[in-house]
T-cell receptor
Framework: EAQVTQNPRYLITVTGKKLTVTCSQN?????MSWYRQDPGLGLRQIYY???????DKGDVPEGYKVSRKEKRNFPLILESPSPNQTSLYFC????????????FGPGTRLTVT | GQSLEQPSEVTAVEGAIVQINCTYQ??????LSWYQQHDGGAPTFLSY????GLEETGRFSSFLSRSDSYGYLLLQELQMKDSASYFC????????????FGAGTRLFVKA
């Protein structure tokens, strides 16, 4: 089954404790993104990657890091989480940068206390 | 900068037709997409307009006017299961290949 998976689905952590949210897709997609969703703000793109070893900032990259060492995986790293990073995070992929249909993972609900 | 505007809420009755508008401002426009998101779920792709005009997919249609920087999603024969949030999104080629989403329109379908 074609899908995007994220782990963990729920995470409660404390300020400053490094964490990684994993994202994996099995569709051989080139383009992957991370978004955060906050009430009233829609989805805001954090980082995206157009292919292996190619990443670029979205609209809200501060406080986040990403890597793309393999085509299928695109982890999101919070080196020193802060309460303002409490949010719902979605990973998404699409075939390539010219394609428009994005497939979203189930989401990760992160709470930073 | 880049921005999209859509109404925050729309209410309609079952069986009716509803239109959700989206106006955008971006300097590197490259297509308008629509996504649906049910409570607790992930966004799912509905439709895409790269050129002016109407695209139809079953009960859903989407329209784009690039000269007006405007598009809309039309939902016909509304069903209770259509109650969800709907997001318009643009791909922006300015400074890369970002995707910008609107804040979303919450659709309530009443019996």
């Amino acid at each position: 089954e074609a899908q995007v998976t994220q782990n963990p689905r729920y995470l409660i952590t404390v300020t400053g404790k490094k964490l990684t949210v994993t994202c994996s897709q099995n569709m051989n997609h080139e383009y992957m993104s991370w978004y955060r969703q906050d009430p009233g703000l829609g989805l805001r793109q954090i980082y995206y990657s157009m292919n292996v070893e190619v990443t670029d900032k979205g609209d809200v990259p501060e406080g986040y890091k990403v890597s793309r060492k393999e085509k299928r995986n695109f982890p999101l790293i919070l080196e020193s989480p802060s309460p303002n990073q409490t949010s719902l995070y979605f990973c998404a992929s699409r075939m390539d940068r010219g394609n428009y249909e994005q497939y979203f993972g189930p989401g990760t609900r992160l709470t930073v206390t | 900068g880049q921005s999209l505007e859509q109404p925050s809420e729309v209410t309609a009755v079952e069986g009716a037709i509803v239109q959700i508008n989206c106006t955008y401002q971006t300097s590197g426009f490259y297509g308008l997409s629509w996504y649906q998101q049910h409570d607790g779920g992930a966004p799912t792709f509905l439709s895409y307009n790269g050129l002016d005009g109407l695209e139809e997919t079953g009960r859903f249609s989407s329209f784009l006017s690039r000269s007006d920087s405007y598009g809309y999603l039309l939902l016909q024969e509304l069903q209770m299961k259509d109650s969800a949030s709907y997001f318009c999104a643009v791909r922006d080629r300015t400074g890369g290949f970002k995707t910008i989403f609107g804040a979303g329109t919450r659709l309530f379908v009443k019996a």
